[in-house]
């Protein structure tokens, strides 16, 4: 493996993780804003066809998350799709996917941070503070967090997510009763009826696929996992496959207690529409539970996406794609510390400006440039490293390619316009550091 040259070779990071910590990571970073507003957005969109929406991302989402897992088996250090596009393909690739995760994942991480404040002061009734101010101070917290290890942090994602999947397994009990009482009707038709029918369910399946994309971070931070051959595909397939399991749960209770329409104009009143459902069907007790699991859910992505963006600063720092400094770890080689201070710096003055719109639009066309990129990896892959047949990385990769478009050409121009400022920035700083060519590992 060959980085920018330093004068050093590069430290590692200390490998901490085993299958329950590295499994949880995944089920951290996913049972988030897919549970529980994105069924909600879907539902408004392609009616109760969201259920087999669920269905079919899970298995989209299973080629791409095979492809991501035998190429951190064999590759087992921080960075994830960066670092294989690296070593499989060209500098130009590894970079576009470091470079649009870096962008759209700090927007998704502010949001989350002020997803937080707003659960926070709903649950908790504490209207006079302000949205952005709660932000900012979970924002500095986590990132104190981090700061403190992947021991510390290991044991509070397991914590937060621990509370989200009580809360949501209250819900599903919770709400139950009523689609058994009605009949399931809510749930029929199945596909979406009218116009544009069949559009309408692939972008339902396009908003769940990018739901279930969190279990990457199980890569990215592949640099901390033991046994990583073995590890890292059994947690990221264990975190899918649990996630496809409470997904469709949710999405079965939801929409056969309230109804599709109903549930996907709570999500626009309100982005709350769990909390929605069980006040409609008489369980304000439990929905107060669920909110409280909404809030650990925000709080769990935003843990997860400062652990995973700092890993993808510090693989960008060793090969020079950003400065050395944040190549650097602690003493204990727990912590690239830099490369923490900086994302989370990066994370609280977005949730300072308490609104970032292009979240969405980022996050959308990042997941579908970076999926890509780690299919094309995958199938470069030499022999003696390939996990699984090859037809699953060019199905994953099928997929990204026919979802994409799926997506509003709004979203891909700023995509596109934010990987050129990533590719001008590259060009600039390495003709001022003197280091014009990237290297390959």
Wanted: proline share 4%; charged share 10%; hydrophobic share 55%.
């Amino acid at each position: 493996m060959t980085f920018k040259d330093t004068g050093s070779s590069p430290s590692y990071l200390k490998r901490e993780l085993g299958v329950f910590g590295a499994t949880m990571m995944g089920l951290g970073a996913m049972m988030g804003t897919g549970v529980f507003v994105s069924i909600g957005v879907a539902a408004g969109i392609g009616g109760p066809s969201v259920v087999l929406a669920i269905v079919v991302a899970a298995l989209v989402a299973v080629c791409n998350a095979l492809s991501s897992a035998q190429l951190a088996a064999s590759h087992a250090v921080s960075g994830g799709t960066y670092e294989y596009g690296y070593k499989y393909l060209t500098p130009a690739l590894g970079f576009a996917a470091g470079w649009m995760f870096l962008c759209a994942k700090s927007a998704s991480a502010a949001t989350a941070a002020l997803g937080f404040g707003g659960y926070f002061l709903h649950v908790f009734g504490l209207k006079p503070f302000s949205v952005p101010v709660i932000g900012v101070v979970i924002s500095v917290v986590v990132t104190l967090l981090v700061l403190s290890g992947m021991k510390r942090s290991n044991f509070a994602n397991i914590v937060i997510v621990s509370v989200t999947l009580i809360a949501l397994g209250l819900f599903v009990a919770s709400a139950w009763p009523a689609v058994t009482t009605s009949g399931g009707k809510n749930l029929f038709p199945m596909l979406p009826e009218g116009e544009d029918s069949l559009g309408r369910f692939l972008q339902a399946c396009a908003l769940m696929f990018v739901a279930y994309t969190g279990y990457g971070r199980v890569a990215t931070m592949g640099e901390e996992v033991k046994n990583p051959r073995r590890v890292i595909p059994a947690a990221i397939l264990a975190a899918m496959a649990l996630s496809a399991v409470i997904y469709l749960a949710v999405g079965l209770a939801a929409i056969g207690a309230y109804g599709a329409v109903p549930l996907g104009e709570a999500t626009q009143k309100d982005a709350a529409p769990l909390e929605s459902v069980l006040q409609a069907i008489g369980q304000p007790g439990v929905a107060k539970i669920v909110g409280l699991g909404a809030m650990t859910a925000m709080l769990g992505v935003l843990l997860n996406l400062v652990l995973g963006l700092s890993r993808v600063a510090l693989a960008m720092g060793r090969r020079g794609d950003l400065p050395a400094i944040f190549s650097g770890l602690n003493a204990a080689k727990t912590t690239p510390v830099a490369a923490v201070i900086g994302v989370g710096a990066i994370i609280t003055a977005l949730a300072a400006m308490g609104n970032v719109t292009l979240t969405w639009s980022f996050s959308a066309f990042t997941v579908l440039v970076y999926y890509a990129i780690t299919n094309l990896a995958a199938l470069r892959l030499p022999k003696q490293d390939r996990r699984y047949p090859r037809i699953f990385a060019w199905l994953g990769l099928f997929s990204c390619v026919f979802l994409a478009f799926w997506v509003d050409a709004k979203i891909w121009m700023a995509g596109l316009i934010t990987l050129g400022i990533g590719f001008v920035w590259q060009f600039l700083y390495r003709r001022m550091t003197g280091n014009p060519n990237a290297k390959r590992g």
